[in-house]
């Protein structure tokens, strides 16, 4: 079985540009979270979408956004970027069904903002 | 809100010794769940062992445990036998039961083994 594929694994922007990032999780996984990896604020919970639902959202402005297509893929979208955006993006899938249930982890999009 | 707190940033182990890793968290919530995950250099976060809170034995995986205190609100990952594999980033985590799918992390602590 494909594990979490997570794409592109680098990205260079600048500041005021918007980007896209695309997580495809596991077959038969319909949950997927995002999360914002920094070394100043370490691990933050972006946001978790579900059968094409976000399901739970985090602490972050609305310049953060995302979506769940039919297949569980799932897109994230930061528009005018600012430096402090510059962080690992971490893509999670899992069944969706079971609160203690083991997240699968991709191996993260570097974003770099210049 | 509740609140994941690791105090050692780093921790070093002879390859084959024990250590183990702290994990302190704040809530008011009596169902969550507890865990730990790996982060080794390919930037992959790997579950290391789970613990429900309504559980009172202890969790273990292999070489992996953990020390569970519910009252004190500690989350402690005991590694025996430590390999160079087990290099790496470890995080404690916290989930709520209410539904939540969302994962609150500690800040991690680097543990170095030492050949």
């Known amino acids: 079985k494909a594990g979490v594929t997570q794409t592109p694994r680098y990205l260079i922007k600048t500041r005021g540009q918007q980007v896209t990032l695309s997580c495809s999780p596991i077959s038969g996984h319909r949950s997927v979270s995002w999360y914002q990896q920094t070394p100043g604020q370490g691990l933050q919970f972006l946001f978790e979408?579900?059968?094409?639902?976000?399901?739970n959202k985090g602490n972050f402005p609305g310049r953060f956004s995302g979506r769940q297509f039919s297949n569980s893929r799932s897109e994230m979208n930061v528009s005018t970027l600012e430096l402090g955006d510059s962080a690992l993006y971490l893509c999670?899938?899992?069944?969706?069904?079971?609160?203690?249930?083991?997240?699968?982890f991709g191996s993260g999009t570097q974003l770099s903002v210049l | 809100a509740q609140t994941v707190t690791q105090s050692q940033p780093e921790m070093s182990v002879q390859e084959a010794e024990t250590v183990t890793l702290s994990c302190t968290y704040d809530t008011s919530e009596s169902d969550y769940y507890l865990f730990w995950y790996k982060q080794p250099p390919s930037r992959q976060m790997i579950l290391v062992i789970r613990q429900e809170a309504y559980k009172q034995q202890n969790a273990t995986e292999n070489r992996f445990s953990v020390n569970f205190q519910k009252a004190a609100k500690s989350f402690s990952l005991k590694i025996s036998d430590s390999q160079l594999g087990d290099a790496a980033m470890y995080f404690c985590?916290?989930?709520?039961?209410?539904?939540?799918?969302?994962?609150?992390f500690g800040s991690g602590t680097r543990l170095l083994v030492r050949p």
């Open positions: 985590a916290y989930r709520s039961g209410d539904s939540s799918y969302k994962l609150i």
């Open positions: 979408y579900f059968s094409e639902t976000q399901r």
């Open positions: 999670a899938s899992s069944p969706g069904t079971e609160v203690n249930e083991k997240l699968f």
